[in-house]
T-cell receptor
Framework: KAGVTQTPRYLIKTRGQQVTLSCSPI?????VSWYQQTPGQGLQFLFE???????NKGNFPGRFSGRQFSNSRSEMNVSTLELGDSALYLC?????????????FGPGTRLTVL | GQQVMQIPQYQHVQEGEDFTTYCNSS?????IQWYKQRPGGHPVFLIQ?????EVKKQKRLTFQFGEAKKNSSLHITATQTTDVGTYFC????????????FGKGTKLTVNP
């Protein structure tokens, strides 16, 4: 069974631009969660989508948004990029909702904001 | 809000030495999960503990869940260079919001 895939793997943007990241979950998984990972803050939860609905949101500004499609694929968007948005963005899929299910992480998208 | 604290932040050991990382929550956890992230990689699920006082073993790795379900530990016996990486614990936020809160991780380096 194929794992979680994320595209693109690397991205360089400049301040003020916007970016869209994509995540394809493991087949049969209906939940997709997004995390931001930085050396200083560790793994921080952005949001979770299940059945095309955002079920949970972390403490991030409204510039961070996402959506999930009927095939469970998910995208996250960051508008008006800031230098501090440079990070590894990880998505994780799980079969069902909730924090009791094993999270399968993708390889991440490394975003650099110049 | 609920936090999951992990100590130590860094640990450097000689190959063959033991290693332990500790995870503490400010509130009771329904379960705790452990993940390992190799350098340049992504977090990979190791195990989930659910029961109070539960102990699980995976070869040289021993995982424990405290009696009060507010703390957990991961112990590696006789470390090897393949154990290098960052170990994270994660627990669900209470109240049904069902998001995983990750500790900041313990970065393990092993000197051969």
């Amino acid at each position: 069974k194929a794992g979680v895939t994320q595209t693109p793997r690397y991205l360089i943007k400049t301040r003020g631009q916007q970016v869209t990241l994509s995540c394809s979950p493991i087949s049969g998984h209906r939940s997709v969660s997004w995390y931001q990972q930085t050396p200083g803050q560790g793994l921080q939860f952005l949001f979770e989508y299940f059945s095309e609905t955002q079920r949970n949101k972390g403490n991030f500004p409204g510039r961070f948004s996402g959506r999930q499609f009927s095939n469970s694929r998910s995208e996250m968007n960051v508008s008006t990029l800031e230098l501090g948005d440079s990070a590894l963005y990880l998505c994780a899929s799980s079969r069902n909702r909730g924090a009791t299910d094993t999270q399968y992480f993708g390889p991440g998208t490394r975003l650099t904001v110049l | 809000g609920q936090q999951v604290m992990q100590i130590p932040q860094y640990q450097h050991v000689q190959e063959g030495e033991d290693f332990t990382t500790y995870c503490n929550s400010s509130t009771t956890l329904s379960n705790i999960q452990w993940y390992k992230q190799r350098p340049g990689g992504h977090p990979v699920f190791l195990i989930q503990l659910v029961k109070s006082g539960e102990v699980k073993k995976q070869k040289r790795l021993t995982f424990q869940f405290g009696e009060a379900k507010k703390n957990s530990s991961l112990h590696i016996t006789a470390t090897q260079t393949t154990d290098v990486g960052t170990y994270f614990c994660a627990g669900p936020v209470q109240g049904g919001s069902e998001k995983l809160v990750f500790g900041k991780g313990t970065k393990l380096t092993v000197n051969p």
